[in-house]
């Protein structure tokens, strides 16, 4: 466990919901990687990520998935690319990550409550 924070730190992270719209492999990345387009919605917009998730998922099955994002982190240069969003998922046994997604279809930017 990390260090104990207060509510309001936590409310400090923005987490939301958008649709992948597009997923293209990132041959430059160190670990292999997708570059992802993801839709948060109109306030938000779309908004790009890298994520190291090639070995539960292929590029062609990612679009039109919900996933959740921290949205408010600056972004963050990963090689050639420029990372806006971290988008989040869990390690399984091996350390390999599966996304976290709504059980449920939600508009785009929705909030994490």
């Known amino acids: 466990m990390t260090e104990v924070i207060n509510f309001d730190e936590f409310l400090k992270v923005d987490v939301r919901v958008g649709t992948i719209v597009e997923a293209l492999p990132f041959p430059e990345a160190r670990k292999p990687a ?3 387009r993801i839709d948060f919605g109109e306030e938000i917009g779309i908004k790009r990520s890298s994520a190291q998730i090639t ?3 292929e590029a062609g099955n990612l679009v039109g998935r919900q996933v959740a994002a ?3 982190f600056p972004p963050r240069q990963i090689g ?3 990372s806006e969003v971290l988008t ?3 390690g399984d046994s091996n350390g390999d990550i599966v996304l976290i997604h709504p059980e449920r ?3 785009n930017g929705s909030r994490m409550f």
């Open 34 to 36: 997708y570059k992802l």
């Open 55 to 57: 070995i539960h998922y």
């Open 70 to 72: 921290v949205v408010n």
């Open 80 to 82: 050639p690319f420029m």
């Open 88 to 90: 989040l998922g869990f």
């Open 105 to 107: 279809a939600v508009p």
